[in-house]
Nanobody, 129 residues
Framework: QVQLVESGGGLVQAGGSLRLSCAASGRSFSSYIIGWFRQAPGKAREVVAA????????YYADSVKGRFTSSRDYAKNTVYLQMNSLKPEDTAVYYCAADERFYYTAMSFSTLANNYSYWGQGTQVTVSS
């Protein structure tokens, strides 16, 4: 199993930046696919970004494309979500998630929350206008 802990959330003005971190412990992170999700009050959880095991293919939701980037640091067992040009509509609790299955290939990733077995506790991001 792997345990995930997010950090880096906070309050920022529109146009500002934040970097979220998702630190993994318990097992090596390298064999897991990673997803970043967010959930705003009264709304369904939605995918923000999804990464393959090797980080070579990264999916971004249209709403964040060009503003958010995600990367993996295998030495630190940590995944990052760099969020720039933040908008009030980015306000949400942000979660990282991980999953490992024997049939995943180097190109596998998932945008579906139900496909992820491990979740962090979430970190609040609030963007003021």
């Amino acid at each position: 199993q792997v345990q995930l802990v997010e950090s880096g959330g906070g309050l920022v003005q529109a146009g500002g930046s934040l970097r979220l971190s998702c630190a993994a412990s318990g097992r090596s992170f390298s064999s897991y696919i990673i997803g970043w999700f967010r959930q705003a009050p009264g709304k369904a959880r939605e995918v923000v970004a999804a990464l393959t095991r090797n980080g070579g293919i990264i999916y971004y939701a249209d709403s964040v494309k060009g503003r958010f980037t995600s990367s993996r640091d295998y030495a630190k067992n940590t995944v990052y979500l760099q969020m720039n040009s933040l908008k009030p509509e980015d306000t949400a609790v942000y979660y990282c998630a991980a999953d490992e299955r024997f049939y995943y290939t180097a190109m596998s990733f998932s945008t579906l929350a139900n496909n992820y077995s491990y979740w962090g506790q979430g970190t609040q991001v609030t963007v003021s206008s």
